[in-house]
């Protein structure tokens, strides 16, 4: 299994972002992805998750901001961050759950000014 994400970058507070991950290998689809980061100094956290079938979380932190979404035709999900700030400065990574957690690699978010 292999996870793609790409879309970090540079943003000033009150930007915008979107994030891309491309899912691939050979394990059954579609299944609950979600985006994690970990800012320097802190532990990695849950940003935001989606079933299989659409149903959507998303930590209090970032709640009326960022909205997740997902296309099972094409393997990939999608991570929209809005009014941005900078707390969200962190890698964020994403993940697919099938009995086992699979990660990607990681994309930087910066928002600084």
């Known amino acids: 299994v292999q996870l793609q994400a790409s879309g970090g970058g540079l943003v000033q507070p009150g930007g915008s972002l979107r994030l891309s991950c491309a899912a691939s290998g050979s394990i059954p689809r579609p299944n609950a992805m979600g985006w994690y980061r970990r800012a320097p100094g802190k532990q990695r956290e849950l940003v935001a998750r989606?079933?299989?079938?659409?149903?959507?979380y998303y930590a209090d932190s970032v709640k009326g901001r960022f909205t997740i979404s997902r296309d099972n035709a094409k393997n990939m999900v999608y991570l929209q961050m809005n009014s941005q700030k900078p707390d969200d400065t962190a890698v964020y990574y994403c993940n697919e759950r099938r009995l086992v957690d699979y990660w990607g690699q990681g994309t930087q978010v910066t928002v600084s000014s």
């Open positions: 989606i079933s299989s079938n659409g149903n959507t």
